[in-house]
């Protein structure tokens, strides 16, 4: 799962507020609600703010697998295994 805490982190110490990216950076606020949700978000996006906060991807997400998304990775690895014994 993507996190986006890092990214609230980096506004705050940078003195940038959400208002700010919407109105003076053109971030919209459907994105912002996206990362607050944890949802999905494009690279391009990520490439804005990294450029508008002037840090690096790992300053702005993480990722961490939970035990759900691990489980499923964990059967689509099997089912892939077995479709190329046949």
């Known amino acids: 799962m993507i996190n986006y805490e890092n990214c609230w982190k980096t506004m705050s110490a940078k003195g940038i507020t959400k208002y700010s990216l919407i109105y003076h950076y053109n971030i919209s606020s459907n994105t912002l609600r996206r990362m607050s949700k944890g949802e999905p978000i494009t690279t391009n996006t990520i490439n804005e703010l ?37």
């Open 50 to 86: 990294c450029l508008i906060l002037h840090c690096r991807p790992e300053d702005i997400l993480t990722f961490e697998i939970t035990a759900e998304e691990e489980s499923f990775q964990k059967k689509r690895e099997m089912e892939i295994a077995e479709k190329k014994k046949k």
